[in-house]
């Protein structure tokens, strides 16, 4: 039983009624010729065309339907009975038509011409959707609404050479509705399109539609932006605002921190002498020790039994060396050394650890330039050993340790140079007292002022000669005689057997003895070898009676050329041999008398 309710397919919550389509519960009012093609509109259809009025639709109906017969208006029903029009065919860039969807088409239906007078009679009310707009129905948080159209398709296109750029474009808009058509049974239906502006009363009647934009180019969709507005614009950004504060702010923190650096590299650099510190090669540690023979070795086991001795007399003062003889204290130096305290001076006799003790004068000969200085409370001091001076050779390596300009343990190395090599010092007193005369041995080791009295050590750190006197270069002198030059490679120092016989009278008895052979020389002879004068000093004969000469057969007026084989050149080369023999040798004398040679053999005497 049909109540006057709709028998069809319920309407969606998105369509709404339109004019120009039959609702499904009325009867066609005729029939429409087979002839004739019918327009189906799909059930889910609708469009958002501005609404038609019944006197514009019968209008319509009527020239389309028949020209020749204007008699018989056909009025549109009423917006609560018309049924949704068909969408207008949308043609694409190529012109083709496309369906808005692929509905089932349903049968045309006929008005009746009781309906489309009444429909004239009744005020058009204007249309309403089914139910109140949905906020949250829309992009993006539901599907397209009723007034929302789909976006368009997006193709992408090359990047040009300056970044994207995007055309200008406006807002799309809806579909175009099509006209409501009515069938005729003797023409075909054409296709009358929809207003462009929107009937009085229409709140709901979508925009004209705008250009679409170019479909080479990307577009964006924004479903927030208003009706009419491009949904992008062409070129560059809209720049941002930008914070001059903020910039001005973190320029001047920029400036400060960029200066405290600079700053402090400046004056790192300043302070060290570049960036990075130059680091250079360098072996590691090792061992100390030295080899006992190398000038290392020697050097560190003779210097603890060394010392420096300073003297101050009445109206003068020096500085020389010594070395230790035994335990007892008894220190071994140059005559010339202690000479300026005379008998009333101090001596001060210093270690090489540092410690420093007075010292008195046992002994002293001017003859043999030697002196024993005694130092007492003093304990473990280290005696230095004795080596035997007949056993050098010319070449050997040695060492000379001393105090030159007061620079104590001052270690010089050199050789031998030479052997037997007679040297005369002294002499200031005018008599000829204090010369000493000395069978010496010869080095090119460093020996300056101050060195005298200091040992002149061979390879195992014994002592072979007493380190006293140099030659200097221009004034001819000594340093036995006062000479204060430096050296020039040409060292003298004492046999350490004669120093030995020496230093133990002088600890023994205070004094020493000197060999003679109890003649006197003519120190004024230029010939070759030594000339016994004619008389002595004092007057007497040049040849002590019952002396070592005498006995000998020397006599006055002899030349004596050659001592034990060795020649001899002068006077002083004769003391010079027969001081470098203890009293009581014997030695054989070559002399030469008037033009003929004869041997002598003399043994030697002794005088204090």
Sequence with gaps: MNEQKPTGPKPKWWSRPQAGRPRETEAPAA?????????????????????????????????????????????????????????????????????????????????STESVRATESEPLAPRQPLHAPDPYGTPPYGGPGPWAPAPPVQRPVPTPPGGTSLPQQSAYAAPQAPA??????????????????????????APAAPPVPPASQWVQYDPWAAPGEPLSRIGRPEPKRRRRG??????????LVAGGIGGGVGAYVERNGGITSVKLPQSGKEPQGRAPDSVAGIAASALPSVVTIHVTGATESGTGTGFVLDNAGHILT????????GDSGKISVTFSGGESAPAQVVGRDSGYDLAVVKVDGVSGMKPLPLGNSDNVLVGDPVVAIGAPFDLSNTVTSGIISAKERPITAGGESGDGSDVSYVDALQTDAPINPGNSGGPLVDSKARVIGINSAIRSAGSGSTEGSGGQAGSIGLGFAIPVNQAKRVAEELINTGKATHPVIGVTLDMKFTGDGARVGDKASDGKPAVAADGPGAKAGIRSQDVITKVDGQRVHSGEEL?????????????????????????LTLTLGSSS
């Design 31 to 111: 029939e429409t010729p087979a002839s004739a093609p019918s327009t189906e509109v799909p059930a889910d259809t609708y469009d958002l065309a501005p609404p038609v009025s019944a006197g514009e639709a019968a209008a319509t109906s009527a020239a389309e339907t028949d020209p020749a017969s204007p008699a018989h208006p056909i009025s549109a029903p009423s917006p609560q009975d018309a049924p949704p029009a068909v969408p207008a065919p949308q043609s694409d860039e190529a012109g083709a038509p496309q369906a808005a969807h692929d509905v089932p088409p349903e049968p045309a239906t006929e008005l």
């Design 180 to 205: 409501a058509q009515v069938p005729a049974p003797q023409a075909p239906v054409q296709q009358t399109p929809a207003p462009q502006a929107p009937a009085p009363g229409a709140s709901y009647a």
């Design 246 to 255: 903020a910039l001005l702010v973190g320029a001047v923190l920029l400036a």
């Design 334 to 341: 140059n005559n010339h050394v202690v000479q300026p305290a």
């Design 575 to 599: 003391i010079v041999k027969i001081r470098a023999h203890r009293p009581g040798d014997q030695l054989k004398l070559t002399v030469q008398r008037d033009g003929k040679q004869q041997e």
